[in-house]
């Protein structure tokens, strides 16, 4: 390389730094086959999908960029303006034709093209071929096949790397970008998430425009200003206080599955394997002395996931979470009685509204702690226990009443992603004004968490500690008196201590 084409290299690199925001900067380099840009108003993201698409088509040959929306009529005031002004603004010495009434863009010096379509114009997308990169503006108003059918038209051998960007404001936390690129995360995706704050060009006045929406509308302050999901109905759960839990949480500690020795008969030997497609999320560890409580909810009539939530019920605290689709219930009650036998011999709580299968599977395995409820039994005229915990329309608004004082007073105790973005989706049904989950959503993990802690409420988990099991600060005169101790007095100093927190370091 010529000392003129260093400067050259040099000068682009820094009028390329002067002229983006910083957070994009590492997006130029990116190459994954779909770039999903989320942001909140003013943040910036649109003006960089622009640029980046300007970029490869001045400096790569060949291109045909397919820029799109979901109408057409709205591309001509938008991306076909902005990209005009970028070029007019950044590449000024790059010779580039115009065809107002078409909306594309060309570049003689290479033959790369731009072309703007909407993706209502059926027949005008039939005549766009040999694609070599998508930018999908405003992609929260497309269909999940609109994408599909863009990404099958990204095909064929191609110079260069191929890429789809899609950029939206966070519209709806129930929206299928969230659950396809946010919650599964595949491997060619590259996602990036930017508020107003990442916007160094936005003047004042925009910024308070923004951050006036605090006061006058919580939706519009969440998604534009902060960059969050959009909750759209009436919530049951405090929502600024789970935003805010979603913002501070961490990942869990370990993930997977747990793993046992079972002959038909009885399962033992329980561990735990950690794995990246485990459903199983711990965020604190089994200790000895502590009570657990599990609450479960099953599948329902299969449209649902299999959910367990594991507290620690000496603090309310959420130590562990499981969930999954498509689990049978066999396995389902097998994962029950593993979590419960790791977790203490956990006191476990299962709904038996639709299937009493995983109960009568615990009872079977003889697990030595599940939930006993009062039942009626109509044809003896009297009272009988029965495992299990029954949602009926006496005991489901209490057990979200619960919940629903947990979120506002502690809400802190909740670890698990999904409970907490559940919760954000439970609404009171415009009509009924019965608290449930709004059309597309779900609420298995909000209604296994209920349960835990009405459990934990009810007086059947006794808190016991053994202290012989637990590791305590020991200071030198204990250890001193331990010393002179004979073996009896020792094991009597230890179930009355708790073993030294010192010989678990050792």
Request: aromatic share 10%; hydrophobic share 35%.
């Amino acid at each position: 390389m010529s000392e003129g084409e260093i400067y050259d290299l040099i000068l682009w690199d820094r009028q390329l730094r002067e002229t983006n925001n910083e957070a994009f900067l590492p997006l130029f380099e990116c190459e994954s086959r779909f770039l999903v840009l989320k942001g909140g108003g003013g943040s910036g993201k649109s003006i960089f999908a622009g640029r980046k698409i300007l970029e490869r088509a001045v400096t790569e040959s060949g291109h045909r960029f397919l820029v799109c929306r979901k109408v057409g009529r709205t591309l001509r005031e938008s991306c076909f303006v902005q990209l005009r002004m970028q070029l007019s603004e950044h590449y000024g010495s790059i010779p580039f034709k115009v065809n107002m009434s078409d909306m594309k863009i060309s570049f003689p010096h290479n033959g790369s093209e731009i072309l703007f379509s909407g993706l209502d114009d059926v027949e005008k997308l039939k005549s766009i071929y040999n694609i070599t990169g998508i930018w999908i503006e405003e992609a929260s108003e497309l269909l999940e096949g609109d994408l599909n059918q863009l990404d099958i038209r990204l095909r064929g051998e191609t110079e260069h790397y191929k890429q789809i960007i899609l950029s939206f404001n966070p519209i709806s936390i129930t929206h299928w970008l969230k659950a396809r690129f946010f919650d599964r995360c595949p491997e060619n995706a590259t996602v990036h998430e930017s508020t107003y704050k990442d916007n160094r060009f936005l003047d004042d006045e925009a910024k308070k425009v923004l951050e006036d929406f605090k006061s006058t509308d919580a939706y519009y302050y969440d998604v534009y200003c902060l960059g969050h999901w959009g909750v759209t109905g009436k919530t049951v759960f405090d929502a600024r206080k789970v935003q805010q839990r979603l913002s501070d949480i961490t990942a869990p500690i370990r993930r997977g599955r747990y793993w046992f020795d079972y002959d038909g008969l009885k399962i033992s030997n329980v561990r735990f394997e950690e794995r990246e497609d485990g459903e199983c999320l711990i965020y604190r560890e089994p200790e000895a002395g502590h009570p657990y409580i599990i609450g479960c909810d099953t599948a329902g009539d299969g449209s649902d996931s299999c959910v367990m939530q594991v507290i620690d019920a000496s603090d309310g605290v959420q130590v562990m979470s499981m969930a999954s689709s498509g689990m049978d219930e066999d396995v389902f009650a097998h994962q029950i009685y593993a979590a419960g036998i790791a977790y203490m011999t956990a006191l476990i709580a299962v709904e038996s509204n639709f299937s009493t299968y995983p109960i009568r599977e615990l009872e079977r395995l003889n697990y030595p702690k599940q939930y006993v409820r009062e039942t009626f039994d109509n044809l003896k005229h009297e009272v009988r226990l029965s495992f299990g915990f029954r949602t009926d329309t006496k005991t489901r608004p209490v057990i979200i009443s619960n919940l629903v004082q947990l979120v506002r007073e502690n809400v802190e105790t909740i670890n698990d992603r999904r409970t907490l973005e559940e919760m954000l989706t439970f609404v009171r049904n415009e009509d009924t004004y019965k608290p449930e989950a709004e059309e597309g959503a779900h609420d298995d993990a909000v209604m296994a968490l209920a349960i835990a802690h009405f459990v934990r409420g009810s007086g059947q988990q006794k808190v016991t500690v053994n202290k012989s099991e637990c590791f305590t600060e020991w200071s030198e005169s204990m250890f001193e008196d331990f010393r002179r101790a004979n073996k009896e007095d020792r094991q009597k100093m230890i179930e009355r201590w708790g073993r030294p927190k010192q010989w678990k370091v050792n």
